[in-house]
């Protein structure tokens, strides 16, 4: 599994956007980037995932450089509900397991 | 929206006791997976299982764990002899075969 690297914790003001890096300098062209989050001990949470170009769904953007060994999460507004643990992974084919690394933990402040 | 469910949601048990977590995937999704996470370390692999048998395991998912679907809607995980160091989190998850995982909100379990 190709794997990425990311900022152990970060912090963001209420109602600011919250950018999330991920390195994953190694990922192979049929791997996809997704994020995950978990809120304290709940269960990871699927956020968003990308092949190649940036996505945005309700929760957030990703974008992907064009390169693909790096991407950004962007929560545009964060709340202090968005405190959480962010993982990035990389995952190729469907039924591919997930791995999580340490992630980063975001801080929403007030 | 769907959501894989978790019982219980927490198991208090006596080391060398055997436990069945169980979790109920969601309908028509193909893999299956468990997680766990031991207080305060990341999440870790355990088991996927895909057409009724284990596609995947790691190193923690010794001989002590076995994982079935009994029934086409139950996923379980049983660990035969519990011991302290399995105390966690356990999350189960389940994916079908385009994209992402759903997971269960876990079960804590306590091995005293």
């Known amino acids: 599994d190709a794997k990425t690297t990311q900022p152990p914790s970060m912090d963001c003001a209420e109602g600011r956007a919250a950018n999330l890096p991920c390195n994953h300098s190694t990922i192979s062209g049929n791997e996809y980037v997704y994020w995950y989050r978990q809120i304290h001990s709940q269960g990871p949470q699927y956020i968003i995932h990308g092949l190649k170009n940036n996505e945005t769904n309700e929760m957030a953007s990703l974008i992907i450089t064009e390169d693909r060994k790096s991407s950004t999460l962007i929560l545009p507004h964060a709340t202090l509900r968005d405190t959480a643990v962010y993982y990035c992974?990389?995952?190729?084919?469907?039924?591919?397991?997930?791995?999580f690394g340490p992630g980063t933990s975001l801080s929403v402040i007030p | 929206e769907p959501e894989v469910t978790q019982t219980p949601s927490h198991q208090v048990t006596q080391m060398g006791q055997e436990v069945i977590l169980r979790c109920v995937p969601i309908?028509?999704?193909?893999?299956f997976y468990w997680y766990r996470q031991i207080l305060g370390q990341k999440v870790e692999f355990l088991v996927s299982?895909?057409?009724?048998?284990?596609?995947?395991k790691s190193e923690i998912f010794d001989d002590q764990f076995s994982v079935e679907r009994p029934d086409g809607s139950n996923f379980t995980l049983k660990i035969r002899s519990t011991k302290l160091e399995d105390s966690a989190m356990y999350f189960c998850?389940?994916?079908?075969?385009?994209?992402?995982?759903?997971f269960g909100s876990g079960t804590q379990l306590s091995v005293l």
């Open positions: 998850a389940s994916s079908d075969r385009v994209e992402k995982l759903f």
């Open positions: 309908s028509n999704h193909l893999y």
């Open positions: 992974i990389v995952r190729g084919t469907s039924g591919d397991k997930v791995i």
């Open positions: 299982f895909y057409n009724n048998e284990i596609s995947e």
